[in-house]
């Protein structure tokens, strides 16, 4: 033993010394070259956009590294070899390697680094990406196979994010950290883009205008964001079509509708188009209401641009969508209350609802580029919509406590409304940017006519045991009766500039974003200025963290809803008129936040915190009903909005994104000296996306998708918002899909007969509200002739079993 003991020092001895002598004999060798070579160049990504902080490294003979700074430029010394390794890294990024032979004086090296993937132990994951500004970038590679109600449009999507909540699947509307559905504004290659305005339910509401087939970035700000977007208090949702270079396409087919999406193009020229159908008459027949329901929503887009040098670019965009909406009811049965005393609401109705939106968009823009950083873009976009409402229903209804055959109420009602809106928007934008070493300076001014026509009649009548309601001794009176014949014909008027400033040095790397924002209206005489700042820190100590702060000040420019001021006559007919001496709803944002990237069990998380409070004053009083918003017309309170928003992103399951979302917030106005909270004021929010694979295969994926929003406050119709101290029950909904892979032509191994020309294809069944769970979205309110009012809750859609198919091309 003493023997072996020995030899093992002797050899642990000699493979010292070998190791010493070599690398001694290396650093003579290195010392004595006298040729040195020099490369540099710029590390930019599939935009052209530079990379910083790319790390730059030499593989052989000795490794030598360094980064890119903040115009993604680098510079590395060598020594003459045979051949040398550079590796250029960055995460998120695939990793790219250039091979040099005998390199000699200087070599100009530039590399396109495409965003990809990592391999870790033979499963394929991405990195987090990192967020330095306000505005954060979301990837929806998967969101073709998220169950969702609504059909599968962007917003179900944002809705998952922190400080986003929806209570109603049917609609892709969504709230921002307590801000209304008209305080967010939704930029299609930088054309802001509009909604109907007389949409009041779910039910009514068609097509996004955003296609996801047809979308290549997607950006979203809740909060804090840059002067280039416009005057919207709560968030922004900037959407980027993409440009194709070859053939691509693919048709889905559901039990909600289908779509068709192809595109081809070249180094030059791209075209894409899509044809889409919708219908949720499917999930209407779990409705309460029973009845004919026949939804039918349609719309055609069109995305052609033409690069004929690297110079000029043309881009035209084109969407037309029809969305109509019939709906003969025939009766409905609703129970509710508590375990004590629960009530049942029979209502035997006739008549018919007749809706039909049509939307008209198109944008042309011509840009030019003098550098590959530098360019200026005239762009000119129009947007109409043609809109009417039409119902005459009459209801007969009974309110009985359940079992029992004596009844609490009885009555009748008849609803009547003949609304048509014509809007029309034509704008012409000048944009322009240029980057001056560490500073991206960008500009823009707009002009903007707006013409709006509105003929709205609308009432209500209620009969209880024999009595018109409000009851008269002396004249028959409607519980609701409104009309409105009102146009507007503006113009509005736009400018802003902002600079984003990226600097290194040794605390870290800063971004930092300023600018400042101007618009006059010419119908209200005007003029608001909006000074905005970001900042980003990520520490050099530790690149794992990102800090941020953001503030500024942002307004909610009036638009047709804001200005309809209602006039009640002494009679309880009310009439509308626009308010000419309205003002800019107005929000100052801070915003704190911060980023903690880490890997756990080998896999990339992000935990995100940010905490937010927004002073609001001018405010613009409103009462939610469904999806319908209406405004006191007048500036008449002021309040804030705080809270906290918590996002843990990452690969809970090796090769597929999941998140989990928290936030809990605080709204509340004052409004004619009394504290109240907004309709908005949803105290917690809780939303979980998690995806799976089945074990050892990638053939089976499930997609499972929890919300969890709190109570919003509500209280009778027609009434002022000093009423509303009810709270809705808490919106709770699990929806979970499971999908099987076809087919896989990812690599093209397929090469002969019709499976060639597909590259995926997916079967899926989805169920939705798994735990049939029934969610109150409004109240129908019922009032006796002794003035006892019931609250009948109106009940979103229940289970529903969904079957869907995806081919891609």
């Known amino acids: 033993m003493r023997y072996v003991y020995m030899l093992k020092r002797l050899r642990y001895s000699i493979l010292l010394l070998t190791i010493i002598f070599t690398h001694f004999t290396d650093a003579a060798a290195q010392g004595t070259s006298k040729h040195k070579a020099k490369i540099t160049g710029i590390v930019t990504d599939e935009n052209h956009d530079p990379i910083e902080l790319a790390t730059v490294r030499i593989e052989k003979p000795v490794l ?43 070599i100009a090296l530039n590399v396109t680094m495409l965003p990809s993937d990592v391999e870790l132990e033979g499963v394929t994951v991405s990195e987090v990406r990192r967020q330095t500004t306000s505005t ?20 179900s999507y944002i809705a998952t994010q922190a400080g986003v909540s929806s209570n109603n699947e049917l609609s892709s509307q969504y709230n921002v950290r307590g801000g209304s559905f008209d305080e967010n504004s939704v930029y299609i290659n930088g054309i802001e883009v509009y909604r109907p305005m007389l949409i009041s339910s779910g039910q009514q509401e068609g097509l996004s205008i955003i ?16 002067a280039k977007y416009g005057d919207k208090m709560s968030s922004v949702l900037d959407i980027t079509y993409k440009k194709v270079k070859k053939f691509e396409g693919s048709a889905n087919l559901s039990m909600l509708g289908g779509g068709i999406y192809a595109g081809f193009g070249n180094k030059h020229f ?3 188009q899509s044809v889409r159908y919708k219908t949720n008459r499917y999930l209407l027949g779990t409705l309460d209401t029973k009845g004919e329901y026949s939804p039918n929503f ?40 508590t375990l004590d005393d629960i009530k049942e609401f029979k209502v035997y109705f006739d008549g018919q609802e007749k809706d039909l939106f049509r939307t008209y968009f198109m944008t042309a823009s011509i840009t030019r580029k003098f550098t590959e950083h530098a360019f200026i873009s005239l762009q000119g976009a129009a947007y109409n919509s043609k809109e009417q409402e039409t119902y005459d229903i009459q209801g007969e209804y009974w309110l009985n406590n359940e079992g029992m055959d004596e009844s609490i109420g009885v009555g009748t009602y008849k609803e009547h409304a003949r609304n048509y809106l014509t809007t029309s928007v034509k704008s012409v934008t000048l944009n322009g940017q240029v980057r001056k070493k560490a500073h991206e300076i960008r500009w823009g001014a707009l002009m903007k006519h707006e013409l709006v026509k509105e003929k709205m009649k609308e009432w209500e009548m209620r009969d209880s045991a024999g009595y018109s309601l409000p009851h008269s001794d002396s004249q028959l009176r409607l519980i609701y009766n409104l009309s409105s014949n009102n146009e507007l014909s503006s113009n509005r008027y736009e400018l802003y500039a902002q600079d984003t400033w990226r600097m290194n040095n040794d605390k870290g790397m800063f971004t930092i974003n300023y600018g400042l924002r101007y618009a006059y209206w010419d119908f209200n005489k005007e003029s608001i200025v909006s000074p905005r700042l970001s900042v980003g820190f990520i520490p050099k100590k530790n690149e794992n963290f990102t800090f941020r702060f953001a503030t500024g000040l942002y307004y909610q420019a009036p638009f047709y809803k804001e200005l309809k001021d209602t006039t009640m006559a002494a009679n309880g007919n009310a009439t509308v ?14 915003v704190l936040a911060g980023d903690y990237k880490f890997r756990m069990a080998n896999r990339p998380f992000k935990f995100t915190t940010e905490i937010y409070y927004k002073i609001l004053s001018n405010l613009n009083p409103y009462n939610v009903d469904n999806l319908k918003i209406t405004y006191y017309g007048k500036n008449l309170s002021k309040g804030y909005a705080t809270g906290i928003d918590m996002k843990l992103f990452g690969e809970f399951v090796p090769g597929s994104d999941s998140w989990l979302t928290l936030s809990i917030m605080k709204t509340e106005e004052t409004l004619f000296g009394k504290k109240i909270p907004r309709p908005t004021d949803q105290r917690m929010n809780l939303s979980l996306y998690f995806t799976d694979y089945f074990p050892g295969t990638d053939k089976w994926k499930m997609s499972l998708k929890l919300s969890y929003a709190g109570g919003l406050p509500f209280g009778p119709p027609h009434t002022g918002r000093e009423t509303q101290f009810f709270r809705t029950p808490a919106y709770r909904r699990a929806d979970i899909g499971m999908s099987y892979r076809l087919l896989n032509n990812e690599e093209h191994d397929i090469r002969t007969g019709v499976a060639s020309k597909l590259r995926n294809a997916w079967i899926g069944i989805d169920a939705f509200n798994l735990l049939n769970i029934n969610n109150v979205n409004s109240y129908f309110w019922l009032t006796d002739v002794t003035n006892n009012q019931y609250a009948v809750p109106n009940y979103l859609t229940g289970r529903q079993i969904n079957v869907r198919l995806l081919l891609e091309f």
């Open 136 to 155: 954060q970038k979301l990837d929806i590679k998967d969101q073709k196979l998220m169950p969702d109600a609504s059909g599968g449009s962007v917003e």
């Open 298 to 337: 349609v719309d055609y887009q069109n995305y052609t641009s033409w690069s004929p040098n690297k110079r000029w670019t043309i881009d035209f965009i084109g969407n037309y969508s029809r969305n109509s909406y019939q709906f003969k009811p025939s009766d409905r049965t609703t129970t509710f209350g």
């Open 64 to 106: 030598v590294g360094t980064t890119t700074d903040l115009r993604g430029h680098y510079s590395i010394s060598v020594d003459t070899q045979d051949s040398v390794t550079v590796i250029f890294s960055m995460i998120g990024y695939r990793t790219k390697k250039k091979t040099l032979r005998r390199p000699k004086g200087i």
């Open 270 to 272: 791209s075209m894409t």
């Open 577 to 590: 008129t626009l308010n000419s001496e309205i003002k800019s709803q107005r929000s100052i944002h801070f």
């Open 211 to 226: 296609n996801p087939d047809m979308v290549s970035d997607i950006g979203f700000s809740s909060g804090g964001f840059e």
